[in-house]
């Protein structure tokens, strides 16, 4: 006899009453854990702060560089005309209690710590011998290396706060959306300057270049507008590819696009040459290999034969040729590699050449011995381009065996993250990546290092990478 049931149902074995439930909630978190596979590395992720299994317990990493983030911005709709503020410095003296905490648990930090003890002790060196002028003694030289000593100090209080986390990845994530979401809306001010006449909306006089308008947003700065757009598109990027995400392609696409209008080449040429590790990161070793020989073809044809690459050819041939002389970028780096000739192998000391101190405790007399008081920006009433060229800095100041030193320190502290994508082929190390080598190639014309914006998400993402890598050594 057979059972009819009401609604067009079938009749229901016997065995399946006996089926456990499976709940409607079970089945959306698999089908999430089943969409978070990372395509990079070809493995299931945890879903991070959203997800069951990745649930975020501790956001302290993550809470210091949102709250910072937001109290800048805030700093510089306040005060637009602003080139830089003191939070970062804050944030350091705040982080120093987890940065020595982290001292004592992290081999890798000591050495870098080591790294930056002989570096300074270098600079001091040549203070002894050549006792420049010019600028208060010896407390020009003990605040520049205060200053050199503030993005190690940084990146070693984020490395507690990662290695004390339980979902470190997760965090870093966060932190990429948090930059995503802060480029998105400095996007909006951004197409009101390309469209404007030259006027911006908190009172910026934007340049005129090519045709349009540089803009400026929200950051009260070009370039650091152009890094801000730069890492978002980059970290959407990571999204896209990592999850297959189909807005973060979108937005990856329309931030990329802003990164072109804004015509800052040192922002422009990193993200054509991060691309190439995202794509590299999804194969094996062998595809790999022709990734890259597809992309330096590609980053070839766009260098050669576009006018993307006619903007990056044109702004190195102008600091290359005669009329760069005459710019203080330039000069700061020929005069960076005379003094460090001149002064062999110490260089003049801390606090005299390319550095704050050097026109902020009075006016270095190299900048007279040396021919660059008449230069415009380098002149002591308007000393504002006087940290466009870093590494003059590092030439002068410390010399050639400082400059190995110094370059041994950024391997050691920032390289890591290079190191961390190559041996672990672990995609999370590729934004890190993306902000390392931004912060290299913006070292060529101003202080990234030092940077209220830039220098701390250095620090932030660089201290993920080294956590990750410590994890890993230990579970090994």
Same mark, same amino acid.
């Given at each position: 006899?057979?059972?009819?049931?009401?609604?067009?149902?079938?009749?229901?074995?016997?065995?399946?009453?006996?089926?456990?439930?499976?709940?409607?909630?079970?089945?959306?978190?698999?089908?999430?854990?089943?969409?978070?596979?990372?395509?990079?590395?070809?493995?299931?992720?945890?879903?991070?702060?959203?997800?069951?299994?990745?649930?975020?317990?501790s956001i302290s990493a993550?809470?210091?560089?949102?709250?910072?983030?937001?109290?800048?911005?805030?700093?510089?709709?306040?005060?637009?005309?602003?080139? =830089?503020?003191?939070?970062?410095?804050?944030?350091?003296?705040?982080?120093?209690?987890?940065?020595?905490?982290?001292?004592?648990?992290?081999?890798?930090?000591?050495?870098?710590?080591?790294?930056?003890?002989?570096?300074?002790?270098?600079?001091?060196?040549?203070?002894?011998?050549?006792?420049?002028?010019?600028?208060?003694?010896?407390?020009?030289?003990?605040?520049?290396?205060?200053?050199?000593?503030?993005?190690?100090?940084?990146?070693?209080?984020?490395?507690?706060?990662?290695? $004390?986390?339980?979902?470190?990845?997760?965090?870093?994530?966060s932190m990429c959306i948090?930059?995503?979401?802060?480029?998105?809306?400095?996007?909006?001010?951004?197409?009101?300057?390309?469209? =404007?006449?030259?006027?911006?909306?908190?009172?910026?006089?934007?340049?005129?270049?090519?045709?349009?308008?540089?803009?400026?947003?929200?950051?009260?700065?070009?370039?650091?507008?152009?890094?801000? %757009?730069?890492?978002?598109?980059?970290?959407?990027?990571?999204?896209?590819?990592?999850?297959?995400?189909?807005?973060?392609?979108?937005?990856?696409?329309?931030?990329?696009?802003?990164?072109?209008?804004?015509?800052?080449? $040192?922002?422009?040429?990193?993200?054509?040459?991060?691309?190439?590790?995202?794509?590299?990161?999804?194969?094996?070793?062998?595809?790999?290999?022709?990734?890259?020989?597809?992309?330096?073809?590609?980053?070839?044809?766009?260098?050669?034969?576009?006018?993307?690459?006619?903007?990056?050819?044109?702004?190195?041939?102008?600091?290359?040729?005669?009329?760069?002389?005459?710019?203080?970028?330039?000069?700061?780096?020929?005069?960076?590699?005379?003094?460090?000739?001149?002064?062999?192998?110490?260089?003049?000391?801390?606090? %005299?050449?390319?550095?704050?101190?050097?026109?902020?405790?009075?006016?270095?007399?190299?900048?007279?011995?040396?021919?660059?008081?008449?230069?415009?920006?380098?002149?002591?009433?308007?000393?504002?381009?006087?940290?466009?060229?870093?590494?003059?800095?590092?030439?002068?100041?410390?010399?050639?065996?400082?400059?190995?030193?110094?370059?041994?320190?950024?391997?050691?502290?920032?390289?890591?993250?290079?190191?961390?994508?190559?041996?672990?082929?672990?995609?999370?190390?590729?934004?890190?990546?993306?902000?390392?080598?931004?912060?290299?190639?913006?070292?060529?014309?101003?202080?990234?290092? =030092?940077?209220?914006?830039?220098?701390v998400v250095l620090g932030?993402?660089?201290?993920?990478?080294?956590?990750?890598?410590?994890?890993?050594?230990? %579970?090994?």
């Amino acid at each position: 006899m057979r059972m009819r049931v009401r609604g067009g149902a079938s009749t229901v074995p016997p065995e399946a009453s006996r089926r456990p439930e499976v709940s409607s909630r079970t089945v959306r978190a698999r089908r999430r854990q089943f969409r978070n596979v990372d395509v990079l590395t070809e493995s299931v992720q945890a879903r991070g702060a959203i997800g069951t299994r990745g649930r975020l317990r501790s956001i302290s990493a993550l809470s210091v560089l949102v709250v910072y983030l937001i109290s800048l911005q805030i700093y510089y709709i306040s005060i637009p005309t602003a080139s =830089s503020s003191l939070l970062d410095e804050s944030l350091a003296g705040i982080l120093v209690f987890y940065a020595l905490r982290a001292y004592l648990v992290s081999l890798r930090l000591q050495y870098i710590f080591l790294l930056f003890a002989i570096y300074a002790g270098l600079t001091l060196v040549g203070n002894l011998i050549f006792r420049y002028g010019g600028v208060l003694q010896p407390w020009a030289a003990l605040l520049d290396m205060v200053l050199d000593l503030k993005p190690f100090l940084i990146e070693a209080g984020f490395l507690f706060l990662f290695l $004390k986390s339980r979902n470190p990845k997760a965090e870093m994530e966060s932190m990429c959306i948090a930059i995503i979401v802060l480029a998105l809306a400095n996007s909006a001010l951004v197409l009101y300057d390309l469209t =404007s006449n030259g006027d911006n909306l908190l009172g910026h006089s934007l340049q005129f270049r090519n045709g349009l308008y540089q803009p400026v947003g929200f950051q009260a700065y070009q370039v650091r507008s152009a890094a801000l %757009t730069m890492l978002g598109a980059t970290f959407a990027i990571y999204f896209a590819i990592s999850r297959r995400s189909t807005i973060a392609q979108m937005i990856a696409v329309y931030l990329a696009a802003l990164v072109f209008a804004h015509q800052s080449v $040192k922002e422009l040429a990193t993200f054509l040459l991060i691309l190439p590790f995202f794509l590299a990161n999804r194969g094996k070793q062998g595809s790999s290999i022709i990734i890259w020989v597809f992309a330096l073809f590609g980053l070839s044809f766009i260098i050669l034969a576009t006018p993307v690459g006619t903007l990056i050819i044109g702004r190195i041939a102008f600091f290359a040729n005669e009329s760069g002389l005459e710019t203080a970028r330039t000069l700061l780096l020929v005069r960076g590699f005379e003094i460090a000739t001149d002064h062999f192998p110490f260089g003049s000391g801390g606090g %005299t050449f390319g550095s704050a101190p050097s026109y902020q405790l009075g006016y270095s007399d190299l900048y007279y011995y040396y021919g660059m008081n008449n230069i415009y920006g380098a002149t002591r009433d308007h000393p504002s381009f006087l940290q466009d060229a870093y590494w003059g800095k590092i030439l002068g100041q410390s010399g050639f065996s400082g400059t190995v030193v110094y370059m041994m320190l950024l391997y050691s502290a920032f390289g890591i993250v290079f190191k961390l994508n190559r041996e672990l082929r672990n995609s999370s190390a590729l934004p890190a990546c993306a902000v390392v080598l931004l912060a290299l190639m913006t070292s060529t014309a101003s202080s990234p290092f =030092s940077d209220d914006f830039l220098g701390v998400v250095l620090g932030a993402f660089s201290a993920y990478a080294l956590s990750a890598l410590i994890t890993a050594k230990k %579970t090994a």
